[in-house]
C-alpha cells in the first residue's frame, strides 16, 4: 500500500513547496514539469529520480493515481530538472513490481519496500 492521501495533501501544501527550493540541484531530488490536463496549467512536482539504463525512473511513493503521473502519461512527456539541467522525457511507462523495484538503486529498495511501494515511473530522453 502506497503512502496515505492525506500525507500527500499535506506534502503537497508544505512540504512540496521547500523540496522544490533544492530538488532541481542536489540529487537524488529532480523537478517534474507537466501540464495539467483540464487546465493546461504548467506544474512543478518534485520527485526523486534515478538513473537507469537509457532514462530515468521514479518511485511512485503515493501510487500512479496522482494527478502529476496521470498529466505525464496522457502527455506522454514531461521535462525534468535535475543536477541543474532540464531535460525533456518522453515514453512514460508504469512499471510495477519486482520489475520498477530493479531500476532502483539498492540503498532506496529496502525503505521502498518498507513504504509498501509497488509502481514506478519510467522516463526516456526525448531524441
Request: aromatic share 10%; proline share 9%.
Amino acid at each position: 500500500m502506497p503512502i496515505p492521501k492525506a500525507l500527500a495533501r499535506f506534502n503537497k501544501a508544505v512540504t512540496n513547496p521547500v523540496a522544490r527550493l533544492v530538488a532541481g540541484w542536489l540529487p537524488p531530488f529532480a523537478i517534474v514539469t507537466h501540464r495539467g490536463r483540464a487546465t493546461g496549467t504548467i506544474y512543478r512536482t518534485p520527485v526523486w529520480a534515478f538513473r537507469t539504463p537509457g532514462g530515468l525512473a521514479i518511485a511512485l511513493t503515493y501510487g500512479a493515481d496522482t494527478d502529476w503521473v496521470e498529466n505525464v502519461l496522457r502527455a506522454g512527456e514531461a521535462e525534468v530538472e535535475r543536477l541543474r539541467r532540464r531535460r525533456r522525457y518522453t515514453a512514460p511507462r508504469l512499471v510495477r513490481g519486482e520489475a520498477g523495484m530493479r531500476m532502483m538503486p539498492r540503498f532506496v529498495r529496502v525503505p521502498l519496500r518498507l513504504f509498501g511501494v509497488t509502481e514506478f515511473l519510467r522516463l526516456m530522453p526525448a531524441r
